[in-house]
């Protein structure tokens, strides 16, 4: 069978080996239980410097090594250990595109019964290339999911965790088959908490507003790097507080944010407008800044972006 991913190379059991050949044992404790923990980071080829850019490779590293202790996972790889397998994923790949980096912290041990205490946790990692997830041109056609986002004390969202996935994907599936692009879920008090895969801003009065890190959301990292250039480049007002159901559909400007969905523009939730349906202002200039900046042609945040080649 030919390979779905040529050229693309995997690190697992401390080697380097083709995507195709970095298998697990179908007894592994995260494949049974969920008990993994992910990032996704991209890379942005840079044509004039003919280089791919890592974008905010620390931060990633930084959020899956924190998060590990609430599995109570420990692994001998250190953080610049990690962020160099990264790196020299996409350099033996040699891929000079769009890349997206997956690496997973995974409880790997052939074990019966659900427990974070005394499983051995193991890395693995593997790069593909990747476009765009979602559109990021014409608007997004979203859906209040009927499902509920997960809670803080269930599974936690802080965590990119493989097991809270299930939870994304119902929503997205439902989303998708009734229609629409993408889903937004609300928290058990009916509050909104976020997309399935990505952080939301909605923009009123020319201000930006964001669910906060309290509210059953993936603390993204896109979402700090939106709140950051709207701030220090715009000078706009950010606030991180609640959102009610109908804000949504009152917006002036809504959109998502993340690694995958970029800045992403909402055109309509539940059917309703946003704004005149038409990318918003806030929305589109945020977006063309985020495009340069990941793209290192920024020079105030050239170091958000770490050159492979
Ligand atoms: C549930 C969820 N929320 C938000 C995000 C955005 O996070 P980041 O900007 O760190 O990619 C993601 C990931 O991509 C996600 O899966």
């Known amino acids: 069978m030919a390979a779905m991913h040529p050229g693309a190379i995997a690190y697992i059991n401390g080697q380097y080996v083709p995507?195709?050949?970095?298998?697990?044992?179908?007894?592994?404790?995260a494949f049974n239980y969920g008990t993994g923990l992910f990032e996704g980071i991209r890379g942005y080829y840079n044509a004039e410097e003919d280089n791919v850019l890592i974008f905010r490779l620390p931060e990633h590293v930084e959020r899956l090594t924190r998060n590990a202790k609430v599995l109570c996972m420990d692994i001998p790889e250190d953080s610049a250990a990690i962020e160099e397998i990264c790196v020299q994923l996409v350099r033996r790949s040699g891929f000079k595109e769009g890349v997206y980096i997956r690496p997973i912290l995974y409880k790997s041990q052939e074990s019966l019964g659900p427990t974070v205490l005394g499983i051995d946790s193991s890395l693995c990692c593997y790069v593909i290339k990747l476009g765009d997830y979602c559109d990021t041109e014409s608007g997004l056609d979203v859906a209040v999911s009927s499902w509920r986002r997960l809670s803080d004390n269930a599974i936690p969202t802080r965590l990119k965790s493989t097991g809270s996935y299930i939870n994304s994907s119902l929503a997205a599936s439902e989303a998708k088959s009734a229609g629409f692009h993408e889903a937004i879920f609300l928290r058990e008090d009916g509050s909104v908490a976020e997309g399935s895969a990505m952080n939301l801003f909605v923009v009123q009065d020319g201000k930006l507003i964001t669910t906060p890190v309290n509210a059953d959301i993936l603390v993204g990292?896109?979402?700090?790097?939106?709140?950051?250039?709207?701030?220090?480049?715009f000078g706009l007002e950010v606030v991180e507080r609640s959102i009610a159901r109908t804000e949504l559909y009152t917006s002036d400007e809504l959109f998502f944010c993340g690694t995958g969905a970029q800045v992403a523009p909402v055109r309509s939730v539940d059917r309703r407008l946003i704004g005149n349906g038409q990318t918003g202002e806030i929305t589109k200039k945020l977006?063309?800044?985020?495009?340069?900046?990941?793209?290192?042609?920024?020079?105030?945040?050239r170091h958000w972006c770490r050159p492979v080649y």
Do not use: C, W
């Open 287 to 301: 977006q063309d800044l985020y495009f340069e900046v990941v793209q290192g042609k920024v020079p105030e945040y």
């Open 19 to 29: 995507v195709e050949e970095a298998k697990i044992s179908i007894m592994t404790h």
């Open 221 to 233: 990292i896109t979402r700090n790097t939106v709140m950051q250039l709207a701030r220090e480049v």
